[in-house]
Every structure is written in structure tokens, then in C-alpha cells.
């Protein structure tokens, strides 16, 4: 069963080389013909299908469209040609914290958060003592976040972004937020996330990761598909860019990893 | 059809994001201060007082001819500052959204909508300062005050309306939201709030003479505020015109701020 089908999306950006944010400047500039756009391509012709379980990298060089990728397929950015479907409850663990009111105390955050995610407030209900346990946050319920530790914030964060079990789920990197020991605690409930026939769509740079998680690979190079198949072959191919680096980072990336369930 | 189920589907799963913004802007706005939400109904009511006071006695016959002034007036203020309140703060909601919309997708109509919802909200509060004036200055209660809930409805739909158009061009052209205000500055003084159109002298444009009461029929606004008036001051009930034009007005401007809003929004994330 296909879950994430994307049929040759392309996706152009209007870079206007000056901004005009304001009638007189746009007028001005669209008088004397100024207004130029450069267009810019992030993505271009990509097509790729993800089956239910499986397990899915993106791989390729900074400003090669993953993001962009990511954004289009839950659903931010609208493809400008080529359309994205997506078959079940979708998690995109892209950016933590959408929504947060730093002004706002963490219990409220919690369920703003949690229905800017589409969760009910009922479900909220019962997941929160599970979030805040999570969190370690209990004496700090009711400050408003602002008063919060940047570390302390991510925590609520990613309690609250991985409190339901999607059926696809899609991240840019594998996410760990705080400390050593919480870190851990992440890694622990993003393998729980991506066990038992979740549908994974994986953005990451650590090349070894995505090697032994993945079963099929996608390499984008400046907006389109450079390579596409079976981890192993297109992961290979991969680090032949430069080999030695690519030795390095996996020697690296070895000391903490996540093991594919 | 479809598409329409659709829609309402996805409306009936963003309810609670939408409750749940309702009620951030409330804590928000009333957070620190001692008597929070009694300031809904004060403000306006202190409002109310100077204005009664200004218009009685500086400007000696505004008032005058006016049955119960004072009840006159502040149907007229809370009307026209739920129409302000709602298109001004709905106008500035997808910048202010900018954070959210370009992490998780969420229907972008959500934020205007949230916005006139809140005024509403505000507005209804408010209304407890009508009953304070309507009790103190010893009005009627009509039975038509129950027709009220129509020119409000309408209103409401109006200024959503107004404020998805609003909102869509805002992101745009920012120079918006100093052009609306001086807009409403305008519109206030073209909405019959504190006086009665029937008693101005006619507006002379070159050789041609208008009565003002003919001109401010084109204010979509003076109809809803002529409509609630006359279903809790006068008790006269809503007439023919009152009832079409309100209406009309409301369906209008939702059609035109929906077409907008709709074709725009697609490129809102690219803008802000």
C-alpha cells in the first residue's frame, strides 16, 4: 500500500531581488521595469513513493531541496507543479514547538500545541500527564514560558510532538533534544515512533544513520532526483562524492547511535 | 460538493485550534490587569459617558432630537468597534501567524476567522454595558430586541468578510494597514454613531446638493447599526430594507474576501 506518493512536484521560488514591501516602492520599481524575479527551481521533476513500512532517506548536499521536500509533502509549501499524496494521519517532526506563546503558562502551551498538531483536547486530556511526565516539567506546569530555559522549552516540545503514534512520520534528522540523559530518552521514543509498521520519511546528513535504518534511499542534488533505490546502492554512490570524509563522519557517528528497529 | 465536504471536514478538525486561539488572545489581553474582563464593559461605558457628556454640552444640539442619546450612542460605538476591532486585528493575523504557518499546515482561514470571532467575543461582553445604560437611563424593553441577534449576525459575516480581504493584501502590501485606518477614522464620522442623519445639513459638492441622509445609505455600516437600533431602541423591528441590504452586504463581502483570501493563499508562506 502506497502511503506518500509524489508525482513530478517542481517547486519555484520568486526571488525578487529587492523586496517591495510597500504600494510606492512596487509601483515604482514596476514603472521603470525593475521588477525582476529571479526564479529559483528547490525542486524540480521529483517523484517518489513511499510504501506502507517502509523506511525512507533523503539524502543529498546542503541546498539540495530536502527541506523543501519535507515542507511540501506535509503539506507547508504547495507545489508549484506536480501534486503530493499522503494516505493517513501524518507527524512531521520538522520544526518542534509550532504555535508556543512564550507568554503563555506550559500547561496551555500544551494544548495549543497539541490542536495546532489536530489532536482533540479530550486526547490532550488523557496524554498529559504522559506529556509532562515526559518533560520532567511538573513543578514548572503553570510558569509561562518565557521563564523557560531554551533546553527546558525543546523538552515540552518534543513531549508533546510525539505523543501519538502517526502513520507516517516524517523528520529532519533524527531529533534529540537537552541533556545526555534526555537525549537518550528522545532517541528511546523515536525508535518506539518508528517501530511496529510506521511509515519513516528521514532527512538526515549522518550518511551511516541513514544506511542502516532505511530500505530505500533518495539523492536529491540541487532540486531534482540524482539517484533513487536500495539504501545500500544509492548510500554508496553517495559517499564516493568524497570517501574520505564520508569514513569519517561514519567513524563519528558511530560512538551514539539509533539502531533500526 | 466534494470539495465543499471537504472543506467542512477540515474545518470540524481545526475547531479546537480555533477555541483554543479564541482563548490565548482572551488570557492574553486580560493577563495583569486587576479587573481583567470588567473592562470590557467599563471601557465602553466610560466611553459612552464622555461622549454623551462631549456631545450634550460642547457641541450643544447633537443630542437633541435624539430619543435616549445615550442608549443611541453606544449601540452605535460597540457596533462600529466590533467592525474596527474585527477588520483591523484580522488584517495583520496571517503576519502575525507567520511563525506557525511556516512550520505546520494548518487552514490558513483559521487566523482571520479567530480574530473577528475574538471581537465578537469582546463585543458580547460589551453588551453588558447596553443593558447597564438601557437600565439606567430607564429604556423601554422592546420584544424586537430579539431581531437584534440578525443585523449582528450579518455584521459578523460582513466584517469576516472585510477582514480575509484584508488580511490577504496585508501580506503583500503592508502600506494596508495605515491606509484602513485612516479608512475607518473616515467611516466613523460616516456612520451615523453619534448623531441622527436626518438633522445634518445637506453636504454641497459644487452646485450639486446632497442630504446626507441619502448618502449614508451607500455605508453598509449605518444599516447594521439602523437595524439593531431599531430592534432595541425603537422597537420598531426590522424592516424590509434593513433585512435585504444587511444581508446582501454580509454575502458580498464574504464572496469577495473568500475569492481573494482563496486565490492568495498559496503564496502567503512565501511572503512573510
Redesign the interface.
Known sequence: MKMIEVNNVSMR??MAKEKH????E?FLAAVQGKLQFEEFYALRDVSLTVHKGEFHGIIGLNGSGKSTLLKVI?????PTAGNVVVHGSIA?L??LG??F?M??TAR?NI??NG???????KYIDEKFDEIVDFSELREFLDVPLKNYSSGMVARIAFAIATITKPDVLIADEILSVGDFMFQEKCEERMRQLMSGGTTVLLVSHSIGQIERMCDHVTWLEKGRVKMQGEAAEVCAAYKALDPEAAAIQNANSNKRIIEAP | MQMLKAYAKDFWRYRYLLQNLIGRDFKLKYRRSVLGVVWSVLNPLLMNVVMVVVFSTLFDMRGSGIKNFSVYLIIGQLLFNFFNEGTGSAMGSMLSAAPLIKKVYIPKYIFPLERVCFALVNCLFSFIALVIVMLVTGAELHATVLLAFYPLLTLFVFTLGIGLALAAATVFFRDVMHLWGVFTLALNYFSAIFYDPEQMNPLVVGSVELSLSQVIRFNPLYWYITGFRATVLDGTGLTWSMVWICGLCAVIALAVGLFVFRRQQDKFVLHI
Open positions: 521560488f520568486n514591501e510597500s504600494l510606492k512596487y506535509s503539506g507547508v509549501f504547495k512531521p520538522i520544526e509550532a504555535g506563546d507568554d503563555l496551555e494544548y495549543l490542536t495546532v498538531l489536530g489532536l482533540t483536547p
